[in-house]
């Protein structure tokens, strides 16, 4: 009697174990299963990058739109602002001074950047005498003068620049009879303007033992015959053989 009562209490007992094992397995089941289903499989993560790779179609069309204008022969917004602000970029000041003294450009390339390069620019033209002849540029260079002979006409000026250790000076006797003789004062640039025609041979004071001189031929050499007559030896020999060259050369 007692046997199959305790028989009986084990299948129960059995049966709740068994029960209850089923349900907590349905359960943790279906909450593995949710969570799973949320967490983005590789494959899907890879989706998703090539998805934010790709730019929308509104910024793609914005991008290429100006491109296509370009491709048909339209010149579009963008191109044109470039444009307008390249024309900006030349200093106002640059432009004034080119247009008062009349200097014209091939192309912007050529146009100065700044008012110093305009300066250079303008410097490297003869500019025009006060007694409206041309000015002949002289350039004391270590111990010579560049260039060592001048042809001028009458009424030129003829300025010696980068003179800090020179000075010129006319030699008695190898210019025109009558002309004015001069002398510069040491260290300074000098500008002399020339009315008589005829040679006029100078030296360089503090360096004439250097043989630093030059000539300057203004209109016809008409005393000529007269500096081959003169009796010029060193340093003046010299510059006396390369003004006669240069007149006998007109």
């Known amino acids: 009697m007692y046997q199959k009562k305790a028989v009986i209490v084990t299948v129960i007992l059995a049966a709740l174990a068994i029960f209850v094992v089923a349900a907590v397995s349905t359960v943790f089941k279906d909450d593995s299963e949710e969570r799973y289903q949320n967490v983005p499989s590789p494959q899907a993560e890879a989706t998703i990058d090539d998805k934010s790779a790709v730019a929308p179609a509104s910024v793609k069309d914005e991008t290429t739109e100006p491109l296509a204008q370009n491709e048909v022969g339209g010149l579009n917004e963008t191109a044109t602002e470039h444009m307008e602000d390249a024309n900006e970029a030349v200093p106002e000041t640059v432009v004034d001074e080119v247009a008062e003294t009349g200097k014209r450009f091939d192309s912007m390339e050529n146009v100065p950047a700044t008012p110093e390069q305009a300066e250079e620019v303008l410097a490297e033209e003869p500019a025009p005498a006060a007694s409206g002849g041309e000015i002949h540029i002289v350039k004391a260079v270590g111990l010579k003068y560049d260039p060592l002979v001048v042809n001028i006409q009458p009424n030129d000026t003829v300025a010696w620049e980068n003179m800090p250790t020179h000075d010129t000076q006319s030699m008695e006797g190898l210019i025109p009879e009558g002309a004015e003789m001069w002398h510069s004062k040491l260290g300074e640039n000098y500008e002399r303007t020339f009315t008589q025609e005829g040679i006029y041979v100078y030296k360089c004071t503090p ?25 010029a030896k060193g340093a003046a020999g010299r510059l006396v053989r390369k003004a006669i060259a240069a007149a006998e050369a007109m």
């Not at 360096?207 to 009796?231: R, S």
């Open 207 to 231: 360096h004439f033992g250097a043989g630093m001189g030059g000539a300057i031929i203004v209109g016809k050499p008409v005393n000529l015959e007269a500096i081959q007559a003169a009796d």
